[in-house]
């Protein structure tokens, strides 16, 4: 599809370069080639896992975690980030610090004031081949690998000075010469060349680090949820910076926190999950009204197994239907990291797919 819609993975500056280059094809054995030193000269334990980003490496001591995510895709970039655990968690913590793992490029753009900033500043764009990350680790990170965070205070302070207004913007309608675009944290998503721009279904943070600030086992909180965008009358679907599903659509219905009902211009409908947005659950044609229990009807008769996956967040209770419709989880670390299930936030779905709270 050609939409003229740049994606987050198509914004990503290279170490000192005057222009932008598209990454090489990753393979995870790259990882151990230049990542091998955390064993050897600083005793980690490094550890290899899977998840929907990708390929995911976790370097473990006692007082220091480095995570770097390689994804699946030929055109990504790896993201690392490096925090502090245990007895040095503790430790910023009681000095005020309220930032618990940093990204590795912020941490090379703190110290070394020659590399290229770029023109927006959002937390996935700073993406670097594996390479040059493994050489920022052992360039600006070499006392916190010996679990010494002396230098937290600082490299917060100073990153929320590049930040500044980049930081926590969310979406953003932007307009040039008459016509609008979008950013999320200023990272640029569409370009300006609509005559209208509109978000539905944005993040509503209900629940943030903040709410967990006095436990220091709690690194991260993330809102499983995928914003609506419609540009010039067509619907695609966001995460964060990144279009997961395209404009192609005259309007799209959120079910439940991954069900997205998608209708095409000539009456098509299709349902998809996004934990496999590439396999829809169910494609079928519809004219007239259209309602939710009509939808239900025709997947129930038609398409059961789609149906039954509906029917896991879909409830018919006290004469209404519910959904799960957002859902927040967290980050913790103990002796190893593990994700938690924070909340469920369900609403009352209506037939014309309006909804409200419980």
């Known amino acids: 599809m050609s939409t003229g819609i740049p994606t987050g993975g198509n914004f990503v500056f290279i170490l000192k370069a005057d222009k932008v280059t598209m990454p090489e094809k990753l393979e995870s054995g790259h990882f151990l080639f230049h990542f091998v030193f955390l064993e050897e000269e600083y005793g980690f334990k490094i550890q290899q896992t899977m ?33 502090p655990v245990g007895t040095a968690l503790q430790e910023i913590i009681e000095k005020g610090c309220g930032q618990r793992s940093m990204y590795i ?23 670097r081949p594996l390479p040059i990350l493994a050489e920022y680790i052992k360039k600006y990170c070499r006392k916190m690998l010996q679990g010494d ?20 913007c969310g979406y953003k309608i932007v307009e040039l010469n008459g016509k609008l675009g979008l950013t999320y944290n200023r990272t640029p998503m569409l370009e300006p060349i609509y005559s209208s721009v509109e978000i539905t279904n944005d993040y509503s943070h209900e629940y943030t680090l903040d ?8 690194i991260g909180v993330g809102e499983y949820n995928f914003p609506i965008a419609i540009a010039d009358g067509k619907y695609g679907l966001l995460m964060q910076s990144e279009v997961w599903l395209g404009f192609d659509y005259r309007r799209i219905i959120k079910l439940t926190l991954c069900h997205y009902l998608c209708q095409r211009e000539d ?16 494609i079928f044609t519809l004219s007239g009204e259209l309602c939710l229990e009509k ?29 799960e419709y957002r859902r927040y989880s967290g980050t913790e670390y103990f002796s190893h990291i593990h994700d938690f299930d924070i909340a469920t936030v369900e609403v009352v779905i209506r037939d014309d797919f309006s909804v409200s709270p419980c």
Request: some cysteine; proline content about 5%.
């Open 51 to 83: 998840d929907v980003s990708g390929c995911v490496y976790t370097a473990l001591t006692s007082n220091c975690v480095i995570k770097i995510v390689v994804p699946d895709g030929p055109n990504s970039y790896p993201i690392g980030t490096i925090q």
């Open 267 to 282: 009456g098509v409908f299709v349902l998809y999950d996004m934990v496999d947005r590439l396999k829809p659950l169910a």
């Open 211 to 218: 709410d967990y600030k006095d436990d220091p086992s709690i």
């Open 295 to 323: 939808i239900l009807q025709i997947l129930k008769a038609d398409f059961p197994a789609a149906y039954a996956e509906l029917d896991k967040r879909l409830h018919f209770r006290d004469g209404r239907y519910i959904s």
């Open 149 to 168: 965070f002396s230098q937290w205070v600082f490299l917060e302070q100073r990153i929320q000075e590049l930040l500044g207004e980049y930081k926590n």
């Open 105 to 127: 490029s912020h941490i090379a753009h703190c110290f070394d004031a020659t590399l290229e900033s770029p023109s927006h500043w959002e937390s996935f764009i700073q993406k």
